[in-house]
């Protein structure tokens, strides 16, 4: 699944969120959050724990 960098970003902000934040907030590495901000692929499940922290339904970031 392909998650929207430019998005994820947004949503990071908005909440006012690092990597550090977060990573322990969906309970997901700061190794994998930093793959994905950089573009690569992620599960379905990872997806649904960033949406879940950044408090977002999951289609607000995926990239179309």
Do not use: F, H, W
């Amino acid at each position: 699944m392909k998650v929207c960098r430019k998005k994820l970003a947004i949503a990071m902000i908005d909440k006012n969120y690092n990597i550090t934040t977060l990573s322990n907030i969906a309970n997901i590495s700061r190794n994998t959050i930093s793959a994905i901000k950089s573009g690569k692929s992620c599960s379905g499940d990872t997806a649904l724990k960033l949406a879940k922290a950044l408090e977002v339904p999951v289609q607000d970031l995926i990239e179309e």
